[in-house]
């Protein structure tokens, strides 16, 4: 799904499949958020791309992926610098802690830096465990 995504100018954010397959939902973003139109162009490309690859559903939905978008490669993380992240870790750190909620101030190099409760905490991405944006209304 990715290149036929990417080909019309949209970034793939995530896939769910639910009911063993047969219903798939897809997230996409570009700059400047996605509206209706973005999501029904994408649907209708990507119903005529599966059964040609071969994948069998029976329901595809469409849509952005929201206020509290997730957060998966390091390119997400650099391009929300500045705004508020929820980074739950794989492992705790030396303190016992999981969880961390804060302003992400950099993503290079396999890292992320974030300024949690007044300190810069730097994390490893291959040990996040999850990560979405803070929604900031």
Known sequence: MEPA?????????DVQASGGGR???VFIDKPGGVNVDDCAEVSRQLSRVL???GIDYERLEVSSPGLDRPLRKEADFARFVGKKADVRMRRPDA?????F???LLAAREGQVSLE???RTVVLGLDE???????PEL
């Open 5 to 13: 995504v990417a080909g019309m100018g949209y970034e793939l954010v």
């Open 23 to 25: 219903l798939l939902r």
């Open 51 to 53: 059964p040609v690859e």
């Open 95 to 99: 303190t016992g802690r999981r969880r």
């Open 101 to 103: 909620v804060g302003t």
């Open 116 to 118: 949690a409760d007044g």
């Open 128 to 134: 996040v465990d999850r990560a979405r944006l803070v």
